[in-house]
Each structure stands twice: as C-alpha cells, then as structure tokens.
C-alpha cells in the first residue's frame, strides 16, 4: 500500500489544477491560495518522498505495456528540485500576476507541467514516460498562448520544435524496444553500435531538445518577449533543465553502454561546447534584459551537456551539480527581471537606469545570482564550472577552451546588464520606483541565500544530491566536494574574470554607458556580420525550415499552375489547330479525294518495294 503514494506527485497537483478550473476568475484569492497551498503540499510530499527507494505498478495497459513508476535517488531529486521551485514561483506569481486577467490559467497549466514532470521523472516505462513527455508539449504551448497577442506566433514555434524532438524520442524507443524487447528503463543496456547508435542519437536529441540546447533553443528568445515572465523562471530555466538533463544523464550512464572515448561521448561535448559559445554570444549584445537572459539559459545547458559528455568523474558530477545551480540562479535572475518590469514598466535597457537605489533588495539578489552564473567564488556556480572545465580538460583542450570563453563572455554580458539596469543614470520617466513586493522579494531572497550556500558548503549538495547519483563505484572514490582540486584552473578563471571586468571597463570608457559596454565586440569585424545576421533568425533551424517549406510550396504551385495551363490552354489550342488543319483538307472536292488518294496509294507501294530489295 505504501507504494501507492508514488502517485500522489503525479495526481496531487493535476487534482489542484482541476479545482483551480472549475473556479470563476473573479474567486482570485481561492485561486491564489489553492495554487499555493498545492504546491506547498507537493513540496513537504517530496521531502516525505526523498531518499526513499519505493517502486509501483498497474497491470498492463494493452499490447504488452504496463504503467511502472520507479524512486530511487535521482528521480527523488528531481522531484523535490521541481516541488521547491514551483512552490517559490507561485508565491511570486501570487504578486507579480495579481492584475493579469490570465493568472488562473497559469496556474492551472503550472500545476499540470509540475504533474507531468512527475510522472516522466518517475516512470520506468518508455511508455508511459513518453505520455508525461507529451504532456508538457501542450502545457507548454498553453503558457506561451496566454502571454498576449503575439504569443500565438511563439508558442507555435515553440510547440513545432519541441514537436521534433519529441517525434525523435519516440522513434528512439521504437528502436530500443526492436532491439532489447522491453520497455522498462531500469532493465534497458543498450550497445551504441550499430542500430543502437541510431537509438543513442534520437533520444538524445529528444533529450537535449527538452534542455533547450542548440538547435531546438530558437524559441526561447521569443518566449522571453511573448510569454508570462513566471513562466520563463519556471520552464526554461527550471522544468526543462531538470527533465532534459536527468534524461540525458540516465541515457548516458544507465541505458546506453558508453566510454569515455566512445564517439557518442565526443558528440555530446562537441554540442556542448557549441552550445556553450554560441548562445552566450547572443547573450552579450542584446539590449533587453529578459532576452539577455533567455540566451544565458541556452548557454547554461551546454555545460551540463558538456560534462556529462566527458562522462569522467569531475565531469558527470559538475554537469549535475551545474543543473541544479542553474535551475537556482537562473530561476531567480528571471524573477528580478520581473521585478524590474513590474516596477519599471519595462525590461528594455535602453529605458532604464539606476534601480540600485529605487530596488536594493533586488539588486542585490542579482548581483549574488549574477556572479553565481559568472563562476565567481565562493557562489554555487564557480565550484559546478570548475568540475565541469576539469573534466572537460581531462577529455581535451579545445572542449576547456570552450568553457573559459563560455565564462567570459557570461561574465562581460552580466556586468553590461547589471550597469546599465542598476547603476547607469535613469532613463525611466516612471518614478519614483519603488521595491518590489515582499511575496516577489522572499522566493529571490531565498534563492540567492542558496546560491551562497550551496557554495561555501558545497558539500552539502554534493554528498546529499549529486555524488550519490553517482556512487563510489564510478566516482572513482573520490569526493569532490570543498575547493577544487586542480589550482591552475582556479587561478586560470580568476583571470578570466578580471579579463572580463577589464574589458567592462575599456567598454564604458570607450561608449560612455554600461548597455554599450560590449560594443566593441559586437562591432567588431566579421563578427558584427554573423551577430546582426544571426539576431535576424538567418541561423534560425525554424526559419531555415519555414523558408524551405514555403520554397516547396511555392514551386508545387508553380508545377500545379503548369499542368492546368497545358490541360485547360496547350491542350485545347493544339486541338483547335488539328481541328481547322483536318476541316481545311476535307473540303468536300472530289479532285482532293483522288489526290490524297493516290499520294496514300504511291506511299505504299514505294514501302513495299524498300521491303522486297531488302529482303
């Protein structure tokens, strides 16, 4: 019986959901506090849950397949990491959605995502985790719609690229059921060789998909335009990291017989790494704060996929670590942004200026979350960066190199955003500005109190959430936690980060402003080509695809409109010429008879004479 209460991750919230539907918008104190109470719920639910090794399942659903869930220590992580954050942006939501006209929807599309997120966590079918899969697909579309006019546009796109990594895992379970004859990912050990490699690639990109890595990233920009600011704290930055990843990883280390020098393995750094420069890139030169960070949640993945790809020791438990320290200081630069725009009226750089004074509390949460995701000790971040560029050292340089630039730039792009937000002069006519409320203030205030401690006694994440994903067995006995252990590389991402404050500095000097702080870069030649072309969706997989389909279309047409005019035109005219050619021979003139007669008679008797000389 104690089984059973697997399900209540899955069916508590969806139960909350459905409550908060049934309810009329005007009731939106009952809704703001059945929202939160629900997730609140969850959350001490998982605590409950946490460590526990418990396993369900229901007699088989039809065609062989049986609904299994499955906790052990990784998939209790991911739930109680989901049920955390929920819990803390729904408190933030209650505030900062307080006006929205689509508050109640969100919170029903919320609770749902934390449902299905749940039960994919915890299925061990490839089944019925695919159904939970699936099911995100639509809260995600759903969250996007409700954000305005234009987020009808986005949330297509968004739902066609999550769609095609989706079609891909499940054209990979399809092959791992044809080759291993079971569904469940516990008993799953698959070769790479072969068809096996065909498998690795399809749930990968399936994986990686989710995580929001390049190239099913494209709609993450535009979602941080279109959509609900919650919702950008929530599913980029926290749903689909946590999901992808923790996929990715039981593919890598659990489903997928892989070795370090294998070719998946060296696939898998190799998107990271692009991923990593790339979208970071993107990052430095955009021009509105929402947008900035969308790119960084882009850029973040391709760390973990990175270490995991090592698959090392320091590797694997720095793109794990990495995970969770995202999903925190991510999660909490996109509240202060929605703290900016609430009491700003705007996210646009180019309109604002000096809130350091107007938003104490919020600057600080965003200078403790900024240098998190910058890699400066002692915050969370620079001990996860530091697994993750020791593994990526140990598998090539050129994998490290990409980290180290990774850093930079995320340290340059965070110093131009935290200048010209916080610290340039004013440009906001909407003063005086005031803090943000405290229910917004509590879920920042706590996150970055865990970004500090999760770096100054990292130990503590380490040994009770990572390391024991792992074991001693693959970690090798070491344990990773307390300083890192190569001091070259400390030293080395010191000076990276002074590098990057330096060309902070020679940036505001030279424009005369922190939004233009990187100018020089964006400008620069060559580079200034590919960041204009790039920031007009050129690069854009989706917009490749569009441009494609539309040149498919327009070239069908074009073969249709063809083959009317040569049935409805060519046609007719030719038979109106052979029409008039037989009447004007057929004149009715015994003396035309005789003539073609005789020519038809002659024309025979010549073809039989050629015949008999030949013969």
Known sequence: MLTNVLLLPITVPTA???????LPKKFRAAIDAISLFGSFLILLLSILLFKRNLSYSMPALGFGIEFSLRLYHFSGFIVLAAAFFVFLITLYSNAFLREKSYSKQFYVYLLLSLAFINGAVLSDNLVSMLFFWEGMLITLFGMIYIGGKRSFKTATKAFI??????????????????????????????????????????LMMGAIAKAGSMPFHTWIPDAAIDAPLPFMAIVPASFEKLLGIYFLSRISLDIFEMSPDSWASM????????????????????????????????SQVGYMILGIGTLVPAGIVGGLFHMI??????????????????????????????????????????????????????????????????????????????????????????LKLGHAAFLDKSKNGKLPIKEAPIRMLIPMIAIAALCVLFGVWNSLPLKLFIQPILGQERLGGRDFSGMPHNSLLVVITIMVLLGALLNHRYGVKKHGSGLKAAEHIHHAPVLSYIFNKAENGYFDPYNIGLNISYGFSKVAFLFDRAIDWVYNVFIIKVSKVFTAAARSLNDGSYKSYIIWSLLATGAVVIFLIKSMIGA
């Open 16 to 22: 909350a959901a459905l409550l908060i539907l049934m």
């Open 161 to 202: 690229i999550a769609g095609v990594g989706d079609l891909c895992l499940m054209l990979g379970v399809a092959i791992c059921f044809y080759i291993s004859g079971t569904l469940a990912i516990s008993k799953l050990h698959i070769p790479i060789s072969g068809i096996g490699g065909a498998a690795f690639i399809l």
């Open 267 to 298: 696939t898998l750094m190799i998107i990271g790494s692009i991923t990593i420069v790339f979208a970071v890139s993107m990052a430095l030169i955009q021009k509105n704060y929402k947008r900035l960070l969308s790119y960084h949640a882009i």
């Open 325 to 414: 320290n995202n999903v925190m200081y991510k999660s909490c630069l996109f509240l202060t942004g929605g703290a900016v725009e609430k009491q700003a009226g705007t996210t646009d750089l180019e309109k604002l200026g000096g809130l350091k004074k107007y938003m104490p509390v919020t600057f600080i949460c965003y200078v403790i979350t900024a240098a998190s995701i910058s890699g400066v000790p002692p915050f969370n971040g620079f001990f996860s960066k530091e697994l993750v560029c020791e593994g990526a050292l140990e598998r090539g340089f050129i994998f490290y190199l990409a980290a180290i630039i990774g850093a930079f730039l995320t340290a340059a792009s965070f």
